[in-house]
């Protein structure tokens, strides 16, 4: 079964530090794989995904993620946080059947 | 163009009553599926409909029930409302039925609550 481990439950960064918030995966064939972001009282708003076309995916808002088979992982990263990245982050996985299988998430904290 | 909208937005209900919460997918997506998110168990499907048609399904107890219309628009039915059912509902659209890698767009949610 597929599955996605967010390490970390809360990030905290300050204001123009790298963001780096972690994703492995678990899947016996090549995952098609997920970001979203949801900021407080509203729903899902995709970030990247990734598709196989290329390990290194950019995305919404300056976000990338990096597919790396070897180790499993898609970190998503951003050069520089803004306060207005305070948000939860998820990592999803999507089925064979299509539906995603999200991992618990990654609170980011932004300070100033 | 617009994306998913949920209605209501918020509302809540007394244990043992049931709800209905309205979904219109992105124009032009045939595909509308449903998550619960709750601080416990995180986000966790509830059923995908395609063509009028469920196509999956999740684990869930039989009081969480769907259906799809002929537009494309859905609706969700939870009967004899739990404490444990309050919880954010989430719809999401796609453009064509579940398969894997389909890009799914969420709406805002409706945010259930159970006393």
């Known amino acids: 079964a597929q599955s996605v481990t967010q390490l970390g439950s809360h990030v905290s960064v300050s204001e123009g530090a790298l963001v780096l918030l972690r994703c492995n995966y678990s899947?016996?064939?090549?995952?098609?794989l997920f970001w979203y972001v949801q900021y407080p009282n509203q729903g899902l708003q995709l970030l990247l995904k990734?598709?196989?076309?290329?390990?290194l995916v950019k995305g919404i808002n300056g976000f990338e993620a990096e597919f790396k088979k070897s180790e499993t992982s898609f970190h998503l990263t951003k050069p520089s946080a803004h306060m207005s990245d305070a948000a939860e982050y998820f990592c999803?996985?999507?089925?064979?059947?299509?539906?995603?299988?999200f991992g618990q998430g990654t609170t980011l904290q932004v300070k100033p | 163009k617009a994306g998913v909208t949920q209605t209501p937005r918020y509302l809540i209900k007394t244990r043992g009553q049931q709800v209905t919460l309205s979904c219109s997918p992105i124009?032009?997506?045939?595909?509308v599926s449903w998550y619960q998110q709750t601080p416990g168990q995180g986000l966790q499907f509830l059923f995908e409909?395609?063509?009028?048609?469920?196509?999956n399904k999740g684990n869930f107890p039989g009081r969480f029930s769907g259906r799809q219309f002929s537009n494309s628009r859905s609706e969700m039915n939870v009967s004899t409302l739990e404490l444990g059912d309050s919880a954010l509902y989430l719809c999401?659209?796609?453009?064509?039925?579940?398969?894997?890698?389909?890009?799914?767009?969420f709406g805002e949610g409706s945010w259930l609550t159970v006393v």
């Open positions: 999401a659209s796609s453009s064509d039925r579940g398969l894997e890698g389909n890009t799914i767009y």
């Open positions: 124009s032009g997506h045939r595909s």
């Open positions: 999803a996985v999507s089925d064979q059947g299509g539906k995603l299988i």
């Open positions: 990734y598709t196989s076309a290329a390990t």
């Open positions: 409909y395609f063509s009028e048609t469920q196509r």
């Open positions: 899947s016996s064939v090549p995952p098609y």
